[in-house]
């Protein structure tokens, strides 16, 4: 008897180690599974970025297969064939890159300006009512003058060089990094805030720890948004006498009647606007990972 009932306990335990053993080794293959996207994850992610190439694409082949055929001559709005033959002989020259550079750097130049002003002026009239009341009125009425009408002030005060074409730029930009930067911080929840009171955070501290991580989606979106508008306001600097530059290129290919010459220049600006505005995005991800975002699908993002 003894020995059935130490026979029973060994059993018992055995039982117990393999139950176990079984669970772990279910929880440790679940783990595994959820780590390891499968395959057809892994097509998605990669078929992404290819994806927003699929419209521009299809519309450049349907075009070029319509003057083929003989639907449209091509005169006005060239094939995709054409513009890339224009786009390499102006590569090959070299003047597709000094004028693309050219455009870049005053953008550069301008942009800079434009965030740090816009910045410091949203911050400030965003913390404080009275700075508010005094600032945020005349701003908003000259965030209404189109940029056109900027242009012959500043040649007057400026010349037509490059302070007036980089401050045309920054007056584009500054707009809408104030309005993002000063609607983010009247937007903070007053509860964070309180809960940094709460645990006697510095004045450095709270602004580290809570109002920087509050403000800086919307903040990334002001200056997609403010680098989107200082590429349009880029066009109407280089129309101020400009003899280098994107928006001159768009300029002589009017004056010459070259029209494949226009929309390589279009496509030029659609190309670079694009990747600049990536970068931002890019440099911002690593800061905007502790969101807890959904998208459209309702899937975490």
Sequence with gaps: MPDLRARCVQAAGLYRVSVMSIVEMTVAAQARTADRPTQGKRLVRHARPALGLLLPVSLAVAWEIAVRIGISDGRLVPPPSVIFATFADLARTGELQRHALATLARVAAGFGIGVAIGTLAGAITGYSVFIHRLLDPSLQALRAIPSIAWVPLFILWLGIFEASKVTLIAVGVFFPVYLGVMGAVMSVDRKIVEVGRAFRLSGAAMVRRILLPAVL?????????????????????????????????????QQLGKPAQIVAAIVAFAVIGKTTDWMIAAAAAPLLRWEDRFSAQGEES
């Excluded at 997609?224 to 290919?253: I, T």
């Design 217 to 253: 989606p919307a903040y990334v979106i002001a200056l997609r948004s403010g680098l989107g508008l200082g590429w349009m306001f880029v066009v109407a600097a280089e129309f101020m006498g400009a003899s280098e530059g994107l928006g001159y290129l768009l300029v002589d290919g």
